[in-house]
């Protein structure tokens, strides 16, 4: 048995670091969703992938027009599955009678937010790799490859805190 006087003290402020930030990016995934239902165009051109230019667009068919629409779209699903996953998980860990009854559900509900982060930096990665290859079509404007460029750059940028707040709350 262990002592209970001899457990660490961690103050209230630096508890609340790691549910904040997972917070943060669960917040940031399913507003980047919800984002891609109201202005698809202007989501995907911010996360990096700009849409063939209007003139040229009118020679494209409905039907390519309807797919590039629903593409956006499951991206826009995808983040707000992510972020809502992010978002719940930490709720449950956090606030669930459970959880504040028990060490051990309070526990392995932040080991499996941990590894839902680990595996959301595939995520941040892939998305990367993606925009990075976009931005490399020869048959892309100048701007458009600039624009790439930085998103990806973002991309694999973002990648790090997510990890990191994975590892975190897997390990500690």
């Known amino acids: 048995m262990t002592d209970q006087s001899s457990k660490l003290y961690i103050p209230p402020t630096r508890s609340l670091i790691l549910p904040t930030i997972a917070t943060l990016l669960g917040l940031t995934g399913v507003g980047g969703g ?5 202005s698809a165009q202007d989501a995907i051109r911010s996360f990096g992938l700009r849409p063939p230019p209007s ?9 390519a027009d309807a797919f590039e629409q ?26 669930s009678p459970t959880c504040q009854t028990s060490p ?3 526990d392995i509900s932040k080991k499996c937010l941990g590894i839902c982060m680990m595996f959301g930096t595939l995520v941040a990665l892939g998305d990367a790799w993606i925009v990075r290859q976009f931005g490399k079509s020869s048959e892309l404007e100048e701007e458009a490859r600039i624009e790439a460029s930085k998103a990806s750059t973002g991309h694999a940028l973002v990648s790090v805190p997510i990890l990191a707040t994975g590892l975190t709350l897997f390990f500690s």
């Open 55 to 63: 003139s040229t667009k009118t020679a494209l068919s409905k039907h």
């Open 104 to 106: 051990l559900a309070a």
């Open 70 to 95: 629903s593409m956006i779209h499951v991206y826009g699903i995808r983040n707000l599955g992510v972020g809502l996953s992010t978002l719940g998980l930490t709720a449950f860990w956090k606030l």
């Open 34 to 38: 919800v984002y891609t239902f109201i």
